[in-house]
Nanobody
Framework: QLQLVESGGGLVQPGGSLRLSCAAS????????IGWFRQAPGKEREGVSC????????NYADSVKGRFTISRDNAKNTVYLQMNRLKPEDTAVYYC?????????????WGQGTQVTVSS
């Protein structure tokens, strides 16, 4: 089986931090570009961040620049999203996906998502 499993979500107050993990099972992430996406209630899924297979290149949505950091540890077959200074508008289900680019496509591997709720 080829699976991605997100974890680390939860309830946090505004200004707080969470670290999300995306762990691969059944395949290695070494060859894949990994993207984090999120979908808030009533909104379309949007790209949050993306990291190249080597980790040498990263991209961020304008809304999270300076607050979120994507990283990967290929030895652990895991990609992370460190989220700092969280805002209520960051509330969403966060998904990771693996493919050959940061764009969504028909051959992507997707996780099931992890809920992030930012509320006081």
């Amino acid at each position: 089986q080829l699976q991605l499993v997100e974890s680390g979500g939860g309830l946090v107050q505004p200004g707080g931090s969470l670290r999300l993990s995306c762990a691969a099972s059944g395949f290695t992430l070494d060859y894949y570009t990994i993207g984090w996406f999120r979908q808030a209630p009533g909104k379309e899924r949007e790209g949050v961040s993306c990291i190249s297979s080597s980790g040498g290149s990263t991209n961020y949505a304008d809304s999270v620049k300076g607050r979120f950091t994507i990283s990967r540890d290929n030895a652990k077959n895991t990609v992370y999203l460190q989220m700092n200074r969280l805002k209520p508008e960051d509330t969403a289900v966060y998904y990771c996906k693996a493919d050959s680019s940061c764009l969504q496509g028909p051959y992507d591997y997707w996780g099931q998502g992890t809920q992030v709720t930012v509320s006081s």
